[in-house]
């Protein structure tokens, strides 16, 4: 069964300081915490972007091209957007809670790391 939007969602809300923010010009919800983006997607979209290291971003896609791609527009950056329909939920949840530690302040990291 695909992941969804709304599975995503809830798993960055879970996280300290995680939010859903929606941006009015992109016609879409981001991911965010502390105010900083870390993911975007959509309910009806099949596909969703995450922030990621050059070389993470390099290695998924070449493990899994079929799954992972380069993100548009913030792509430069490492990010990458995710088949929702072909990812394994346990490393795409994985990939969130890294996207949400490389963005958090350290405090929170702390926090959840405590926790």
Known sequence: MAVT???VRDWVLALPGGEEVMVAEWGHP???VNGKMFAGGAPDS???SLKASKEE???LIAGAPHVYSV???VGRYGWVRVELAG?????LHELVVEAWR??????LVRQYDAG
């Open 30 to 32: 981001t991911l965010r």
């Open 102 to 107: 490389r963005t958090a302040p350290r405090k």
């Open 5 to 7: 939007y709304e599975q």
């Open 71 to 73: 993100a548009a527009y």
């Open 87 to 91: 990812v394994d939920p346990g490393e």
């Open 46 to 48: 099949p596909t969703m």
């Open 57 to 59: 971003q390099a290695a």
